[in-house]
Nanobody, 127 residues
Framework: QVPVVESGGGLVQAGGSLRLSCAAS????????MGWFRQAPGKEREFVAA????????YHADSVKGRFTISRDNAKNTMYLQMNSLKPEDTAVYYC????????????????????WGQGTQVTVAS
């Protein structure tokens, strides 16, 4: 498991940008595939993006493809989510978590495929 803390959320106008960070503790971060999820009020948690342990493989949900970019810096034990061209429908609490299994994510994963969730960071996009 990889204990994590998310940060970087806030209020932004539609069309704006934010960069979220997911800071991990412990020695297993660099060996773990990591992911971002989000949950809007009244909706189920949904997958946003995932990145393999080395960063060589990434997978983004169709809803954010071309606008969001996942990345990581293993030397800093940190994962990022660069969010551009934000829309009001991107408003949600964003969470990071570690993949339970070995290997990269190449299809849309289930929430239950991930563990060690952070407390989340709120992103609000005003129209």
């Amino acid at each position: 498991q990889v204990p994590v803390v998310e940060s970087g959320g806030g209020l932004v106008q539609a069309g704006g940008s934010l960069r979220l960070s997911c800071a991990a503790s412990g020695r297993t971060f660099s060996f773990s595939t990591m992911g971002w999820f989000r949950q809007a009020p009244g909706k189920e948690r949904e997958f946003v993006a995932a990145i393999s342990s080395t960063g060589s493989t990434t997978y983004h949900a169709d809803s954010v493809k071309g606008r969001f970019t996942i990345s990581r810096d293993n030397a800093k034990n940190t994962m990022y989510l660069q969010m551009n061209s934000l829309k009001p429908e991107d408003t949600a609490v964003y969470y990071c978590a570690s993949y339970r299994f070995y290997g990269a994510v190449t299809t849309t994963p289930r929430v239950s495929d991930f563990q060690s969730w952070g407390q989340g960071t709120q992103v609000t996009v005003a129209s």
